[in-house]
């Protein structure tokens, strides 16, 4: 083969398959799609995601409970009520609250909340914090660092 003649390879082309011309030819009658039923009818395919009337699951999903987050964040979370209870000027992390015996357990970084009032100026180091938290932090003369990076 050259450049000049490009010829498909032998036995790669073939003859488009002419159906319902006859019992002969093959493919008559039916044309291959069997008797009867939704497959051999005219415009046959059903559209993407049809069950035969059941209720499709693009449908059914969101009725569906515990559909968990993919890759979720878990945060060990405190209220800034609760930070009342610390010296004034202190280091707020995650570690100083498990060592005064404010939070129990480590459920991953810490994440301040806002519900409460704060009294105490703090130095709040934590990885995440909401708005409300951090203005009621700074409110009260302390200042919130991110920890996240």
């Known amino acids: ?6 010829k498909p390879k032998t036995g790669s082309q073939h003859r488009r398959r002419r159906v319902g011309r006859g ?36 449908r059914r999903v969101p009725k569906l409970k515990h559909f968990t987050l993919i890759n979720q964040k878990q945060y060990t979370t405190i209220n800034v009520g609760k930070l009342n209870e610390l010296k004034a000027k202190s280091d707020v992390t995650l570690e100083s609250l498990m060592a005064e015996g404010i939070i129990t357990s480590n459920d991953g970084p810490l994440k301040v909340l806002g519900d409460g009032e704060l009294t105490v100026a703090l130095n709040v180091q934590a990885a995440a914090a909401t708005q409300s938290a951090i203005a009621k932090v700074e409110g009260a003369g302390g200042s919130f660092q991110s920890t996240e990076s």
């Open 23 to 58: 019992i002969a030819a093959g493919q008559g009658a039916s044309c291959g799609f069997g008797m009867r039923g939704q497959k051999s009818r005219s415009g046959r395919p059903t559209r993407p995601g049809f069950e035969g009337g059941q209720n499709p699951l693009y």
């Open 1 to 6: 083969m050259r450049l000049n003649d490009p």
